[in-house]
């Protein structure tokens, strides 16, 4: 099977033909092959998303009979998810369960932006006060245009629809470049959107790879914004592109986030939100809490646990039944980490558990969920995003200690702290200089609230009011009272 690229409302082959494989990670078989779209097919979907967005056929609509169809859209994954759920499991190697809460979490997205855009349209323009009676001004909130997104293979269709959602709601149209990694229910959604009945050009799918259709598509003149999930030196480049066009970009980049332990909390919660926090799909989490400070008094104690617990989790395929820590997406991000653990052996750092395949597992990208402590500040394991399920712990004697090491990255995407002492979690929560801060927990994520980065973890945020108006222009409208005059030229002129 072939899968076909969705341009200007029609499935179809990439007009240079060509197709690369989708692997499944946990038998190293190739189960499709994916089309590979390139410029020439960036370009067809780009000036389809461009007529669909200058002829008002989407943006003109009202915002009810837009959210009638994000609903559709909604209704179409929920009548889908065992199969597309499976599709995602394939294609990344996710435990099932995980994938479900992924597909489900995107029928959820399109529901609750059809909500956002019909509230928009009820509430109107805003009026402004500018302080002299003979002018009345407003703002406006408009659609930004065509917009370019560009995803990642962690939350292969979850990450495509955190943009997908918003720009149609905000009546925008858009082409999507998802990972070449992990393609397979991208597809499936440009399936949903058309059944949905979504105009021809306003939606639309180029699958290829990063340098043949991804950078086209940041490079193509006739986008007003580019979204963009995934690293930083990619994200380096996206933002250089929309440099020449002066365009809005959107970044939402890595991570390596602390998580705070305090002695006062209880060790089996601690360790459960440790494991959630780093072995969740694989490690493969850009908010993955993988620096893990604990106060010294407690820190053999909740090692010694950490370790039995980590040792007890389930490897496996994600469809086998119970499994809790899937296969590596792929080869390259496998040999990507099984690089991080061969250099750690020489950091000086301790190894607790794990350090590379786990006993049992001849094929499939598999890694042990692995755990380091006394880990060298300076080492590369403490410093960088693995992208894997591996993490590591330090201990620290006081809460300023704690902060400070948290803050000591150039990364800002995520935090956690846990104490009983609810105000020494929020007095953390307020010093910690990242976008998200969860308390008691590690990586719950909600539609409703802003997610988005400080420092080198990006530009702008997504989900909630903050991820609608993000796909926003906003405009000024300034009326004069025709019935005064001015008096600059004109009357003054007669009044000489
Ligand atoms: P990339 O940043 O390389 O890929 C993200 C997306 O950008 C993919 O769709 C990719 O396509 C595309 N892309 C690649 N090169 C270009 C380009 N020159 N112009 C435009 N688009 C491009 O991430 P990787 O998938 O390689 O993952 C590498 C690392 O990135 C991970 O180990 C992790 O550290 C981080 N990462 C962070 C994520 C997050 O959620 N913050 C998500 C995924 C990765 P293609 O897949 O075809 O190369």
């Known amino acids: 099977m072939t899968t076909e690229l969705y341009i200007d409302g029609q499935f179809c082959a990439p007009a240079a033909g060509g197709s690369f494989p989708a692997i499944d990670p946990a038998t190293e078989q190739e189960f499709a092959q994916v089309a590979a779209g390139q410029a020439e097919d960036i370009d067809r979907a780009v000036r389809a998303a461009r007529k669909a967005f200058d002829s008002g056929v989407w943006s003109g609509l009202p915002a009810a009979a837009r959210a009638a169809t994000l609903r559709r859209i909604a209704q179409g994954i929920r009548d889908r ?259 991080f653990l061969d250099r750690a052996k020489t950091s000086g750092a301790r190894i607790v558990t794990g350090g590379g395949r786990p006993k049992g597992f001849d094929k499939g990208y598999y890694i042990a969920p692995t755990v380091y402590a006394d880990v060298p500040l300076d080492a590369e394991i403490w410093r960088e995003e693995i992208f894997g399920p591996v993490v590591s712990v330090n201990p620290f004697d006081t809460e300023a200690e704690a902060i400070a090491l948290a803050n000591d990255s150039p990364y800002g995407l995520a935090g956690a702290v846990m104490s009983d002492d609810l105000a020494r979690c929020y007095r953390v929560a307020v010093k910690l200089r990242a976008g998200i801060i969860w308390i008691n927990c590690s990586q719950p994520t909600f539609t409703q609230a802003p997610w988005g980065g400080f420092k080198s973890s990006g530009i702008g945020r997504e989900l909630g009011q903050a991820g609608y108006d993000s796909y926003l222009e906003t405009k000024q409208i300034t009326r004069f009272d025709h019935r005064q005059s001015w008096g600059w030229y004109l009357d003054a002129e007669a009044s000489q």
Not at 116 to 142: H, N, Q
Not at 241 to 255: D, F, W
Not at 300 to 329: H, N, S
């Open 81 to 339: 998810v065992d199969e597309i759920a499976a599709l995602e499991t394939r294609d990344n190697g996710k435990p099932l369960p995980e994938a479900r809460w992924d597909i489900e979490d995107a029928a959820f997205c399109f529901d609750y932006y059809a909500g956002l855009a019909e509230a928009a349209e009820a509430r109107g323009d805003t009026p402004v006060d500018v302080g002299d009676a003979r002018f009345e001004s407003r703002i406006r909130r408009e659609p930004v245009g065509v917009v370019g997104a560009i995803t990642p293979w962690n939350f292969p269709m979850l990450m495509a629809v955190w943009k997908v959602a918003p720009a149609l709601a905000a009546g925008c149209t858009i082409v999507l470049k998802p990972s070449e990694l992990c393609s397979m229910s991208c597809v499936e959604l440009a399936r949903v959107i058309d059944a949905a009945g979504v105009p021809a050009g306003v939606f639309n799918l180029v699958t290829g790879t990063g340098p043949e259709a991804g950078a086209p598509l940041t490079d193509h003149p006739l986008l007003d914004k580019i979204a963009f999930t995934g690293s930083v030196p990619t994200g380096r480049k996206v933002m250089r592109a929309a440099s020449q066009g002066i365009r809005t970009v959107s970044l939402e980049l890595g991570g390596k986030s602390p998580f705070i332990i305090f002695a006062d909390c209880d060790v089996e919660k601690a360790v459960e939100w440790i494991l959630f926090g780093i072995f969740w799909n694989k490690g493969e989490v850009c908010s993955a809490t993988s620096r893990i400070l604990v106060e010294r008094s407690l820190y053999p104690r909740l090692l010694d646990r950490l370790k039995q617990a980590t040792e007890a989790i389930t490897i496996g395929a994600g469809d086998e039944p119970g499994v809790k820590l899937g296969p590596i997406v792929a080869k390259s991000q496998y040999d990507k980490i099984l690089g």
